[in-house]
């Protein structure tokens, strides 16, 4: 996979079709922006932010795990209020 970093990766999930989206449909997201990656490359970047809080994980009944944003950095342009 490119340099992606973890932050560009949260902003090509934000600009999916759906809120919940699969791994397959952030795979598809990527190649459509011209970043070539392995599926296993993918999960790689995809299971730290979900670890680490940035991302949640709601599975289906059906046992599809469906990623959504919790926490995008750079979505933070307001200025803390003192």
Do not use: W
């Given at each position: 996979?490119?340099?992606?970093?973890?932050?560009?990766?949260l902003?090509?999930?934000?600009?999916?079709?759906?809120?919940?989206?699969?791994?397959?449909?952030?795979?598809?997201?990527?190649?459509?922006?011209?970043?070539?990656?392995?599926?296993?490359?993918?999960?790689?970047?995809?299971?730290?932010?979900?670890?680490?809080?940035?991302?949640?994980?709601e599975?289906?009944?059906d046992?599809?795990?469906?990623?959504?944003?919790?926490?995008?950095?750079?979505?933070?342009?307001?200025?803390?209020?003192?």
């Open positions: 996979m490119q340099q992606l970093t973890d932050e560009k990766l902003s090509f999930i934000k600009i999916c079709e759906s809120e919940f989206n699969t791994l397959a449909e952030i795979h598809k997201v990527l190649i459509q922006n011209n970043i070539k990656c392995s599926i296993e490359e993918l999960r790689l970047k995809i299971l730290p932010l979900h670890r680490e809080g940035y991302i949640g994980n599975p289906t009944d046992g599809v795990n469906m990623y959504y944003i919790i926490f995008n950095p750079e979505d933070t342009t307001e200025s803390p209020t003192t």
